[in-house]
Each structure stands twice: as structure tokens, then as C-alpha cells.
């Protein structure tokens, strides 16, 4: 007897995508942000976001993040942290930039 059954596919955002090969770098970033704008020795805004203001600028932080994360992929294999821990484990630095594609012969 066969099934009609289909596991339906997700497919995951093209941000989530970019972001997660980056996640340790966006991690310590995002800290970072957050941390020079929300406490005292930053920018001292937390009590000036409301609660609805904030899923929207959760959104604009990882709609920024996903941008430079696409454009740093484009020309790097990895994050700069990623890049760090990799070459750590493997005792060796570990190739950063991105082959270039071959010249076609005209």
C-alpha cells in the first residue's frame, strides 16, 4: 500500500541562509551593537524603546546583518571568527578568500 503522504520541503530565507554560515561572527557583532546601544556605557537607550519598537528593530538589526553577510560571502569562504576558530583547530591558517573563477578561453 502506498501513502499520499508528502513531507512538505521548507525551504530556509535566503538571510537565515547567509546569517548562519556567519553565526559566530554575527553572534559577537550583534553583542556588540546591542551592548554599545542599550547600556550605560553606550548609547544608555534602553528605556527609550517601547516593546512594539522592538520586533522591528530586532528585524532592521538582522536585516542589516544578512546584507553584510551576503556581501562578505560573496569574496570570503568565511566570517573573520569562523575563519579564526577554523584555523586554530586545524593547527594551519586556513584558505579565507574565494577561488577565482577561471578565465574562459576566447
Not at 550605560?40 to 519598537?53: E, W
Request: net charge positive; glycine share 6%.
Amino acid at each position: 500500500m502506498t501513502s499520499d503522504f508528502v513531507i512538505p520541503v521548507i525551504h530556509s530565507p535566503a538571510g537565515a541562509t547567509v546569517t548562519g554560515r556567519m553565526a559566530l561572527m554575527n553572534y559577537m557583532l550583534q553583542v556588540i551593537i546591542l551592548n554599545l546601544t542599550f547600556r550605560s556605557y553606550g548609547l544608555g537607550l534602553s528605556n527609550t524603546i517601547t516593546i512594539a519598537c522592538a520586533p522591528l528593530a530586532a528585524l532592521a538589526l538582522f536585516a542589516a546583518d544578512a546584507a553584510c553577510c551576503r556581501r562578505w560571502l560573496s569574496k570570503y569562504r568565511y566570517g573573520p571568527f569562523q575563519w579564526l576558530w577554523r584555523s586554530v583547530t586545524y593547527w594551519k591558517p586556513q584558505p579565507m578568500r574565494l577561488a577565482l573563477p577561471e578565465a574562459v578561453a576566447g
